[in-house]
């Protein structure tokens, strides 16, 4: 049985029906408006960066005839612009033939020198390496800190060193006269990683960069990755008359990974000791990082079922450490970045052992002296600590688990305000020096970006992007705006949703319906944010007689640990039977076709699609799965062993909610999706769900995309996607 209030959800569409009639005499959207031409792109602020002085900013612009990026200093207060940092047609090294883009850049200290980015390179998803200049802004000459190309430069504290990693080797310039030194030298790819680390600490760490600069700027701390006994990935690359094979280390669920070691350089004696991990080597350090003493450092820990996580100090002078903190959970313990600490060697720190995600304040010794934030709902982000006026700066869902918004705190725990109250999303950035101001962007999901200039106080000071000429043109066409609702199951567990249909909507008539998903473990699809071309794709939809329904599934976020950790070591049991709810509810509407629900999702979406049109066959007529998980096994270790164990011990847990494990349940359509050249999701996910349908004569459709990876996108692929899920979609729903 499932319960709802049908009376609810009827006045609840009608009133979508009615607020958008207005509509219907509009423009309709195309998929090449959507996916093609851009036109419907939102706009944010770019190159934004707050200066030393707290009164001033920096923000790329463009030049007065739209042609190159100027980058340009602003003042907090008035808004006025007080002169030009930098412009492209200053950026010409020696030799050059060409003036160099300003794209990607950074400053030194005293913000006399311009680190600018040209040639990248991207490497996996997230890494990249590219050329160097640096814009000396007295003389306005620019030169190259090397002819190769190299990552993750940066900036000693005193401005005149840089170190970066080439080569899988970290080195150090001197920029008093551009001397390169090597600081390691026994890099090699596939083998030995400095400075930077492996593939799946880069996907699942969310880190590339592998090294850190002491206060004073004498030491160097830096990962090395001995990645020798991990298993070699290789994918073909087409194109010419040979494929070529581009290999790389992926360690899968339950497989070996690198060896990782922590070492620090000292620049004035030129020696490098190692820093004491532990006896363990099937262990992860995801962070280290330096604390407030220029010998301090500090570096978390976490066992292989990462169900522990350690803060651990370290002596940068002789490499001994200590356990400070540790933080437990019978499931998994995920892994935050809010650790900040104050001038006394206290530090906060964020923990989901009150059973929601909050900030706690511990003494120097590791010894919690309190819980700053506490309720019912989550913190997002710990965005910073103005320690002077006993402010601490965070996000949080407290309203709803649907938005976000910025509070300030005493670090005794007293005095909370709440400082953004725009509707929606609103996400805090570039907090100036003296935590006067910042930046908020705020969205919600039926209205894109606006981008404001604040003091603490919550008062807008200018807004630098509100996306006008976006709102005009959407006022231009026939739109329904996404509702938010909420299904309650047979288990009485409230299902957060939106839901979208056609602006001439006829609530005697019946609708096919797009159930759109991700569903993964923390993750929030139904959220009061813009959703970008999706938006305008459901309305495309809509607009051709379709209802979009989204749900966000236990496991997800937003909503404390127990919601989320539920599904621990059974990754898709109970996420597949809330969007079977989900289906069996939609039946029970009377403006639904019963025979026609089907659902598309990407990644983990994609993985949840090919469990609906297996172990959901009889709710769903059709299912588009896009870059699917089939198998956990054959996923990394770090995402797949969090939430599931190792595959030894939880065997069941992997194979009993497989996709291909059920794929003699399927009876409606299927459409599976896959870029060959995927490094996240292998593309040999979907060849073994065609095979094992093949096996079992199932029909299905495919397609796949050559060398594109995880994102499938590039020129016009996007555009050639989304055609082929809507063409099949309404050919097969």
């Known amino acids: 049985m499932i319960l709802f209030q049908l009376k609810k959800i009827v006045i609840l569409v009608i009133s979508i029906c009615i607020a958008t009639q207005g509509f219907s005499q509009k423009k309709k959207l195309t998929l090449e408006q959507i996916w093609g031409s ?33 980058l340009r200093q602003y ?69 190259y800190i090397s002819h190769e190309k190299g990552m993750h430069p940066a900036f000693n504290p005193k401005g005149n060193k840089i170190a970066w990693v080439r080569d899988n080797n970290l080195y150090l310039i001197d920029l008093n006269n551009m001397k390169e030194t090597a600081i390691t030298t026994d890099g090699k790819k596939d083998e030995i990683i400095n400075g930077a680390v492996d593939w799946v600490y880069e996907e ?21 990755f001995d990645e020798t006994k991990v298993t070699e990935f290789f994918m073909p690359i087409y194109g010419g ?77 002789n490499g001994k450490s200590k356990v400070l903190l540790i933080d437990t959970s019978p499931d998994y313990v995920d892994l935050y970045d809010d650790v900040t600490f104050l001038n006394d060697g206290s530090f906060l720190w964020s923990s989901e052992k009150s059973g929601y995600k909050h900030l706690h304040h511990y003494d120097k010794n590791g010894k919690e002296i309190r819980q700053v934030t ?98 005009r043109k959407m006022m231009e066409y026939d739109l329904a705006p996404a509702k938010f609702l909420e299904v309650v199951t047979s288990e009485f567990l409230p299902l957060k949703g939106f839901i979208m249909v056609p602006s001439n909507f006829d609530e005697k008539k019946k609708y096919p319906v ?40 236990r496991g997800t976020g937003g909503r404390g640990e127990s919601w989320k950790k539920i599904t621990y070591r059974e990754l898709g049991y109970y996420e597949i039977i809330d969007q079977i709810e989900v289906a069996k509810w939609l039946k029970k509407q009377p403006f639904v076709d019963s025979s026609r629900i089907g659902m598309f999702g990407w990644s983990f979406g994609g993985y949840m699609s090919s469990l609906a049109i297996t172990k959901g066959a009889a709710e769903f007529k059709a299912a588009i799965a896009v870059a699917p998980v089939t198998n956990w096994r054959y996923y990394d270790n770090i995402y797949t062993e969090r939430y599931m164990g190792l595959p030894k011990d939880n065997p ?60 499938i996108g590039g020129g016009k692929t996007r555009l050639h996607l989304f055609t082929k899920m809507t063409e099949w979609m309404f050919k097969n729903l």
């Open 241 to 317: 008359l040979y494929p070529k094979n581009e290999t790389f280390k992926y360690p899968k669920a339950g497989e070996g990974n690198s060896l990782v070691t922590v070492w620090v350089y000292d620049l004035e004696s030129k020696k490098t000791i190692q820093v004491d991990v532990g006896q363990v080597t099937d262990q992860y350090i995801p962070r280290i990082f330096w604390g407030n003493g220029d010998d301090d450092l500090f570096f978390f820990r976490m066992n292989r079922l990462q169900n522990k996580v350690e803060l651990m100090k370290a002596d940068a002078d």
């Open 514 to 553: 797009l159930q759109y998903v991700y569903g993964g473990p923390g993750s929030q699809q139904v959220l009061d944010v813009w959703k970008g071309g999706y938006y305008f794709w459901f309305n495309y939809l809509a607009q051709n007689g379709y209802i979009i329904m989204c749900v966000d599934n």
């Open 38 to 70: 851009g036109e419907f792109s939102a706009k944010t602020v770019s190159g934004f960066h707050p200066m030393n002085d707290g009164e001033h900013y920096a923000k790329m612009d463009w030049d007065s005839g739209y042609k190159y990026n100027v």
């Open 374 to 471: 506490m309720g019912k709902f989550e913190v997002a982000d710990l965005v910073g600590i103005d320690e002077k006026n006993n402010r601490i700066f965070y996000t949080s869902l407290e309203t709803s688990p649907l938005d976000r918004n910025l509070y300030e705190i005493g670090i005794d725990g007293k005095n909370k305000k709440r400082i953004t109250w725009a509707e929606g999303t609103n996400s805090v950035s570039a907090f100036s020096k003296n935590w006067k101001y910042f930046l908020n962007t705020n969205s919600t999901i039926n209205s894109p970006y606006v981008v404001s200039l604040m003091d603490s106080t919550g008062k807008t000071l200018r807004i630098l992007e509100n996306n006008e000429k976006l709102m």
């Open 204 to 224: 699942e760490f969310s880190m590339s960069s592998g090294f850190s600069w002491s206060p004073d700027g004498e030491k160097i701390a830096f990962f090395r």
């Open 652 to 711: 069941n847990g992997y194979d009993d909610n497989s996709p291909t494990s059920h794929v003699d349940k399927i009876k409606g359509n299927f459409l599976i999706i896959h870029g060959t050249a995927d490094d996240n999701v292998h593309f040999q996910n979907s060849v073994e769900m065609v095979d094992a349908m093949i096996k079992k004569n199932i029909r299905f459709d495919s397609e796949y995309y050559p060398n594109k990876n995880h994102g």
């Open 75 to 143: 003042d907090y207060k008035t808004g006025k612009m007080q002169g030009t940092i930098a412009e492209e047609g200053w950026l010409k090294p020696e030799n050059a033939t060409n003036n160099l883009e300003l794209g990607g850049y950074q400053f030194n200290s005293d913000e006399t020198q311009l680190l600018v980015m040209n040639e990248v390179e991207n490497i996996y998803r997230h890494s990249f390496k590219a050329r160097y200049a640096l814009l000396d802004r007295k003389t306005r000459k620019t030169n």
